[in-house]
């Protein structure tokens, strides 16, 4: 099958490829392609106007501030998986990165494409609702910033506004002493994941964990973060873990397709954020202990 007719237009400039999508409401952004070349071939998506947006240098860079790290929104998933600095500052995404496809779709996909793309099941938006990062788009020639945590609504559905681009994510820093844990169930390595489940705990010396954070996708129709604030301040012992796992998940709807049905998803995203959070904690531990 061949895609519908549409134009192609490459633009220099963040402001140019906002102009596109305003003067078109049926335009796309194409970023690597990963996701939309595929749904074009099935004729899922019909623009009539592709807005290629590759070729924008700013788009392509690493800012390092104080606190944050900013990602580019064409950064590729591979470099970003490479980066010392995500590799240093965001530990998580980098971790999570290797769950993401295959090594030729990370050398081409994009981590501000997946992102704008929504897809439930999708590693970097997990990680980004899980640090809660902030999302930046471009529209009418000013900065509109989401919290990851807000964005997703929806399978494919953000609260993005329609003629903006995303322009970059920005994480904060995880600090010097912090543990992570990545998990997640496919029926084969690198397809669409069942369940997965993300945790990072940052902790200070002389104050202990100073928060806790904990995520998962690919159970409902968009990445959740869980409620698990009650454990600050507690020994993080394996029965504490589960016991608030298991209350937060209370809170989460999952979903059945042929794949899986809700309450195997339910079940399996449990047991997988117990494993992720457990994972935090002992990389702590084994840090302190060193």
């Not at 019909?46 to 788009?59: F, G, Q």
């Not at 970003?80 to 295959?102: C, D, R, W």
């Not at 996909?109 to 990062?133: F, K, M, N, R």
């Not at 609260?159 to 990545?182: E, H, N, Q």
Request: hydrophobic share 45%.
């Amino acid at each position: 099958m061949k895609p519908v007719s549409f134009d192609y237009k490459r633009p220099a400039t963040i402001d140019e490829a906002c102009g596109l999508l305003v003067s078109d409401n049926n335009a796309r952004i194409l970023a690597g392609g990963q996701s939309l070349i595929p749904m074009l071939s099935m004729r899922l998506s019909r623009p009539s106007l592709l807005v290629d947006i590759a070729h924008i240098p700013e788009l392509t860079a690493f800012v390092e501030t104080k606190t944050h790290i900013e990602i580019g929104a064409m950064v590729r998933q591979a470099v970003a998986q490479k980066s010392e600095l995500v590799k240093t500052h965001i530990p998580l995404l980098a971790k999570a990165l290797g769950y993401v496809g295959h090594p030729p779709t990370r050398a081409r996909g994009t981590v501000g494409g997946s992102v704008a793309h929504a897809d439930p099941s999708a590693e970097i938006a997990l990680v980004a609702t899980t640090l809660g990062a902030e999302i930046t788009y471009r529209v009418d020639g000013a900065d509109e910033i989401f919290d990851a945590s807000d964005f997703f609504i929806g399978p494919m559905l953000t609260i993005a506004p329609p003629t903006g681009c995303l322009t970059r994510l920005s994480f904060a820093k995880a600090p010097a002493v912090c543990g992570i844990g990545f998990h997640e169930v496919a029926p084969r390595k690198s397809d669409y994941a069942l369940a997965s489940a993300a945790a990072q705990i940052n902790f200070a010396a002389g104050s202990g964990v100073t928060s806790i954070h904990v995520g998962v996708g690919s159970v409902g129709d968009f990445p959740e973060r869980l409620d698990v604030d009650q454990l600050c301040g507690t020994s993080l012992d394996d029965a504490a873990i589960a016991d608030a796992i298991h209350a937060a998940m209370q809170m989460v709807e999952t979903v059945e397709d042929l794949h899986a049905t809700a309450a195997y998803r339910k079940r399996i995203a449990t047991e997988l954020a117990i494993r992720a959070l457990r994972d935090a904690r002992d990389e702590i531990s084994k840090d302190l202990n060193q």
